[in-house]
């Protein structure tokens, strides 16, 4: 096995990545992680890998992402700052490095109110901020936030997240410049939906210069069904799912509703090829990693680059 990050690998030799994602089970059920991989493997160039989503229980991201591993998917470790204070954070960021983990997305966390356990206390000792700036001091400085030497670094390739639809929008690009200058090498966005709204959000960080600074992959979910859509735009924060995408999937015949979606998915993605200061998708499934292959083909992003 190759040392550092596939992922790293990937954008710095100028190819369009592709990655995927994975949320582990509610229970150490290791077979429902593989069966889950099997779809991804060879399709995508990482997979990430969440860290109790949605504020609900789940086994622990490093674990599944040594699943992930084993059976030959680069994983990408979430760390959320809500669950864990910086000693829990380093010790978990040492561990991930000792067994093989080379990526790692740093995320604030969904609220625990949301989830199943709303009595639970939230941690956030730091920010995602920090917590980036907390990985990079790791990885370049050698050094613990104390101050005190780490005698292996941990060559982490670190990620961070940016929601391009949250409002207000004009401080959407200053946002990410924070989290470049915290020391972010790689960008996954809030799933797109709203093209013209990402379009602006790309330009604008073209003319910062951010984009030669990091690597941007926006995020990409095909949609199910009208039910779907429209939970997502109306329930989800953050989201931004125009009426005509609504109106599209509406157009098609009740059977072919998913496959209009996964249409739609493809587009985005033929789109975000030709897009200056974009240098791969992320692709979220959402309980449809089966269907990965077939919307990895269509997008024309196969075979991956083996390197």
Known sequence: MKSGSK?????????FAFTGEVGPPRGANVDAIREKLKHLRGNV????????????????????????????????????????????????????????????????????????HPQSKGVFDLDSMQLIMMVKKMRDEGKFLSGSD?????????????????EPFEWRVHRLAKKVAAGADFIQTQCVYNMPKIREWVRRAN??????KVYILPGVTPMKSIGMAKYMQSKVPGMD????????????????????????????????????????????????????????????????PEI
């Not at 599944?64 to 760390?79: R, W, Y």
């Not at 799912?241 to 998915?265: F, S, Y």
């Open 241 to 304: 799912v125009p009426d005509d995408i609504i109106k599209r999937l509406q157009g098609v015949d009740k059977k072919m509703v998913a496959d209009e979606g996964i249409k739609i998915a493809c587009e985005q993605i033929a789109e975000f090829k030709e897009m200056k200061g974009v240098a791969g998708v992320h692709l979220m499934p959402i309980e449809w990693e089966h269907m990965v292959p077939e919307i990895a083909e269509r997008a024309g992003v196969l075979p991956r």
């Open 207 to 212: 003319d910062m210069g951010l984009t030669e």
């Open 7 to 15: 992922l790293e690998r990937v954008l710095k030799a100028g190819h």
């Open 150 to 166: 780490i005698d292996v670094k941990p060559q982490i390739f670190i990620g961070a997240a940016a929601n391009p639809f949250a």
């Open 45 to 116: 160039d990482m997979v990430n890998v969440t860290d109790n989503q949605t504020a609900m229980v789940r086994m622990s991201s490093w674990a599944a992402s040594i699943i992930c591993i084993q059976e030959g998917v680069e994983p990408n470790f979430q760390m959320v700052c809500r669950d864990r204070n910086r000693l829990a954070m380093q010790a978990d960021i040492l561990g991930a490095y000792a067994h093989g983990i080379r990526n790692m997305l740093c995320l604030s966390g969904d609220h625990q109110m949301f989830g199943d």
